[in-house]
């Protein structure tokens, strides 16, 4: 398990795009990264808000 906000953003990220392919590290250390990449570009990053994406964040990232 990777922690509730992981997987509350992958919900959100598969209502959204049901096809998406999300992967997490679940190996020690983890750095408490997230980021979205979307037709290899990175459109989100934890590291840069200092937070995980809402809903509607997730959704204006990824129909852009």
Same mark, same amino acid.
Do not use: C, M, W
């Given at each position: 398990?990777l922690? !509730?906000?992981? =997987?509350?953003?992958? $919900? =959100?990220?598969?209502?959204i795009? !049901?096809h998406a &392919? &999300? ?5 020690? !250390? ?8 979307a ?6 990053? $934890?590291?840069?808000t200092?937070n995980?994406?809402? $809903? =509607?964040?997730?959704?204006a990232l990824l129909? =852009?």
């Amino acid at each position: 398990k990777l922690g !509730p906000e992981f =997987d509350r953003v992958s $919900k =959100d990220i598969k209502e959204i795009f !049901p096809h998406a &392919i &999300i992967n997490g590290n679940k190996n020690e !250390p983890r750095t408490g990264a997230f980021e979205i990449t979307a037709n290899n570009k990175l459109i989100y990053s $934890k590291f840069q808000t200092n937070n995980f994406p809402t $809903k =509607d964040e997730i959704r204006a990232l990824l129909n =852009d």
